[in-house]
Structure formats: C-alpha cells, structure tokens
C-alpha cells in the first residue's frame, strides 16, 4: 500500500512541478497571441500602480498546520480553494491529499493514504472535518478515478443559491509505463450535494481545446465566468468562459470570449493573459478586476504578482509584485533546492477591502521528503495590503 501511495504522491509533485515551471508541455497545440486590445480603460483602478504597504504571513497557515498534525485525517495537501456555503460554511477544496497521523513532525506510514481530492470543512473559523470518498477503513477521493490509471485534481468550485456545489476537475491519465507517461485528457463539474457530500453528477466539458477550464470561477453582472489556462508548458495563458445563471455544469450554455466578444463555439476562445499559473484568481476590486496569479515567465518563480482591468475579460496591465514565497530554493527558508511554490490566489470572502488574503502551495522535488517532514505540503496564507 506505500509503495502505491507514495507513486501516486510522485505524480501529484511532478505536476505541481509543471504547473510552477512548465518545464513539460502539457498541450498538443500552438499557443495563440493573445489579441491586442486598446489600453484606454476607463476606471480607476487602472489609471495608478498598486503599491502593496503590507505582506504578512497569515494565522491561516498555523491553522491548518494545526489542523493536520491533530486531526487524525489530513495531514496536507495542495490546490487550496475556498468555497462559502449557504449554511455559513466554508468548504476547502484541495488536490492531491495525505491522509493519516503525524508523529514527531513525520507521517506515521502504518497509517499514511494518499487520495487525488478531498475537503476540509470550516465552521466558525474552526476547521472541523476532513471529507473523503470511500470509507474509513479504505478512503478514496471525493470524486474517485473514471477509469484505471486516472484521476481527477480539483479546481475551483462555485456555490449555487440551492445549496449545490459545483467543483471543476481535471482529469488525467497515464498513458504508458515511463515516469512522465501520464497528462491532461479533459475538464468536467462535478455536482455535490452538501449534505451528503455526495456527487450527483459529472458533466464534461468537451475537449475542443486545451483550455482547462478550472482556474477561477466567480459572479460578475449577472453571469457566472469560468476562467482557465492554456498550459502548453512553458507558456501558459488565461482564457474565459461565461454563463447564464449559477449553474456552470449546463456546459451546453458556456459562452467563450474571443478577443473582441462572446461566441458558443470554444474553439474560438482566444487567451487573455499570458504567464499565470495552473491555479489563478480574478476578483472584483474597487471599480474594477484584479488578477493574482504565480509569475510562470520565469522558471520555478517566487513571485506573487497582481494584475487589474476594467473588463472581467481584460486587458490586465500594470503587474505589481505582491510578495515572494520565503520557502523557494537552497536560499530559502528550508535551506533546500528541491522546495518550490505554486498556484497563489485569493480568497475574496475571506478578504477585506484592501486586505488580500493570498494563498499558495510548497512543495518538494524529493518525493519522500513530504512524508518525512509534514510542514512542507501544507498550505501557506498570506494577508497583502495595497493601496
């Protein structure tokens, strides 16, 4: 059972590695320019430079520190979206998850799992369940594998007004025996009942593009927008989606925008951002929209960078460093070349006006490390200030 584990867990780095770096091309296609656009915007989020007055690590990060070495459950994982429920709730949605007890700052190994997906629910600033698949006696991911030798990671999810919850994943697959003989294959929404935490429907997303379409999904005006990224290795860009309504599983009601406007035909969907990370976020702020994301320009980056725009759809222009993840590399705060970081976004109803709060996900290209030393992947929170 460790062996199977832990094999899982070195697929689970390996594609945080590409989403950091990009150092292996995970679409088939050219990436597209993204269509020139004039810069005239009229709001005036855009017409200043953001200066951040203020990054401070977050009690957030001690919280699921604590979280993890106590509860007899999860012990860390990755991704880390938040989702406010109709109860008051929130739902942390993660990826690939380590499950078991800790012992002296190391996972027991006669109790480890190793799962694609899972939850942890929040209740009054309280993190008070993890939610799993399967049993207790044999725990699988919420949304468990379609097929052998496949799973799904979780994107962002969306909260509709009747109490379901819609989850993005996306699914890969191995496709032969070799360390890298695995890839994306398609994004669906997984509809989740959260009173049984059940899923009660998968709907997929037709694969006409590589866009994988879970990135980021929010309200603005009416329609629900589904951002995603066109990860073809070294360059990955934005893309976004819209619905009406809050059900953003009606796949066949998806418009895509083009550059210029709205179209049905996904193939059509034109990039709005390059260099963002597998896992971003666009919210609105102030009189306008700001896009957090990882800097993939460069190669296992450490900074955290902003955006904003006028227009949920862009241009995003004036990049602002937010911070940089102290734990990156030998001169980091491990003292390690093989830590990097990955995946930063916001947590909106978390945040407070111009308080940011930021999270993002470490992690190791020493496959046993995590195991070893339970601080490494673990979710890190950050509270940025701008003005």
């Known amino acids: ?54 990054a401070q690590p977050d009690a957030r990060t001690q919280l699921f520190a604590d979280y993890g070495d106590t509860s007899g459950e999860w012990v860390g994982a990755d991704s880390t979206y938040s989702v406010p429920l109709k ?4 739902a942390w949605l993660f990826s690939d998850t380590i499950l078991g007890t800790v ?22 600033g309280v993190l ?49 025996p070799g360390q890298w003989d695995w890839g994306w294959e398609q994004t669906s929404i997984a509809t989740i009942d959260t009173r049984s935490w059940r899923v009660k429907k998968v709907a997929s997303v037709p694969p006409v593009t590589d866009v994988q379409w879970t990135s980021w999904y929010d309200r603005f005006g009416g329609k629900t927008y589904l951002y995603g990224v066109d990860d ?19 796949v066949d009601k998806w418009e895509y925008w083009n550059g210029t406007s709205w179209t049905r035909n996904a193939a059509d969907s034109a990039p709005i951002q390059d260099n963002v990370a597998n896992e971003y976020s666009v919210t609105q702020f102030r009189d306008g929209y700001l896009m957090v994301t990882q800097d993939t320009s460069e190669a296992f980056s450490n900074r955290i960078v902003a955006y904003t725009s006028c227009s949920p ?34 947590h909106p109803h978390l945040s407070d006006d111009d308080d940011l709060l930021i999270s993002y996900n470490v992690n190791t290209f020493d496959n046993e490390h995590v195991f070893d030393d339970v601080t490494i992947y673990r979710p890190r929170f950050w509270t940025v200030t701008v003005a």
């Not at 594998?145 to 191995?174: F, Q, T």
């Not at 940089?324 to 976004?345: C, I, K, Q, V």
């Open 313 to 346: 759809t862009g241009p995003f222009a004036n990049q602002t460093e937010l911070f940089r993840t102290p734990e990156t590399g030998l001169w980091g705060s491990y003292g390690d070349p093989n830590m990097f970081t990955y995946n930063a976004h916001v």
């Open 128 to 176: 008070t369940e993890t939610i799993t698949g399967g049993t207790p006696a044999a725990p699988e991911g919420i949304v468990g594998p379609p097929a052998e030798d496949s799973w799904y990671w979780l994107g962002d999810g969306y909260a509709a007004p009747n109490g379901e919850l819609h989850v993005g994943l996306n699914r890969y697959a191995r496709f032969g």
């Open 232 to 250: 073809q290795g070294a360059l990955k860009q934005a893309h976004v989606a819209r619905v009406p309504g809050h059900d953003i599983s009606r």
């Open 103 to 124: 012992v002296d700052g190391a996972v027991d190994m006669d109790t480890m799992g190793f799962i694609n997906n899972s939850f942890v629910l929040e209740r009054g």
């Open 1 to 54: 059972m460790v062996m199977k584990m832990n094999g899982l867990a070195f697929t689970g780095l390996a594609a945080a590695a590409l989403a950091a770096a990009g150092t292996v091309t995970a679409g088939t296609s050219e990436a597209a320019a993204v269509p020139q656009r004039s810069n005239a915007q009229q709001c005036a989020l855009v017409s200043e430079q953001l200066q951040v007055t203020s």
């Open 87 to 90: 109860d008051g709730s929130v």
